[in-house]
């Protein structure tokens, strides 16, 4: 069986502008079955966008393609215009990945956590730790070991990571997963915030996106 998909492009796309993140013929295929064939699309500056699909559909292991952790696959990535293969350490650089589970050393603190995955691109002070935690509502948990928080008070300390980091491409594997009322809303708004930034996001989530900014949805059901 042979799947493909496509985005669907805004009305007022200028063909004069270069999209952040350009996907051409991308082809993969798990246990002899196709997960998608010939799929194409292209993500610009301002924009988030949502890949569904149902269950084995393929999301997961295409935002894994695309942030280079699964080399099973034909076709071709363009970041800025350039195939990333020819320069795959800007890419990456260039992006940050947050996969569905929560990315949280347990038996530390949220700083020491934020302090380590920060280390990896930049520096930052406990002061913009505080910030961050404080954005994401988790005021006050900085010295907090993370064995001692709810589920979705590690996923915040996970979220917090994106206020720390340079990235210009979030690429975001199920964030919404155990994320109460009040949390939801906290990363919407930092979803609007980086793509009206000049960022840009690719997002998987079963979660209605209310995001005030140009929201785009990539169907992997979609047949071509």
Not at 152 to 173: I, T
Request: net charge negative.
């Amino acid at each position: 069986m042979s799947l493909s998909a496509a985005a669907t492009s805004p009305d007022a796309q200028s063909a004069a502008v270069q999209p952040l993140l350009r996907a051409a013929a991308l082809f993969c295929e798990r246990d002899e079955r196709v997960l998608f064939s010939g799929l194409d699309f292209s993500l610009f500056a301002g924009e988030v966008m949502q890949v569904q699909g149902s269950n084995g559909s393929g999301k997961t292991t295409l935002l894994r393609i695309l942030c280079g952790l699964n080399s099973g696959y034909e076709g071709e990535i363009f970041w800025l215009g350039e195939d990333i293969d020819d320069n795959r350490e800007g890419f990456l650089a260039s992006l940050l990945y947050i996969g569905h589970r929560v990315g949280v050393n347990k038996i530390l603190t949220a700083r020491e956590n934020l302090r380590w995955s920060s280390a990896l691109h930049t520096p930052v002070t406990d002061a913009d730790i505080d910030n961050a935690l404080v954005r994401v509502g988790l005021a006050g948990y900085a010295d907090v070991t993370c064995r001692n928080m709810s589920a979705g008070q590690q996923q915040r300390v996970s979220l917090a990571r994106l206020l720390l980091s340079p990235a210009k491409l979030w690429v975001l594997d199920e964030p919404f997963t155990t994320l109460d009322v009040h949390g939801v809303k906290v990363l919407e708004t930092l979803l609007a915030e980086h793509a009206g930034q000049g960022g840009a996001v690719l997002v998987t989530t079963h979660h209605k996106l209310d995001v005030p900014c140009e929201l785009r949805r990539l169907n992997l059901d979609k047949q071509g």
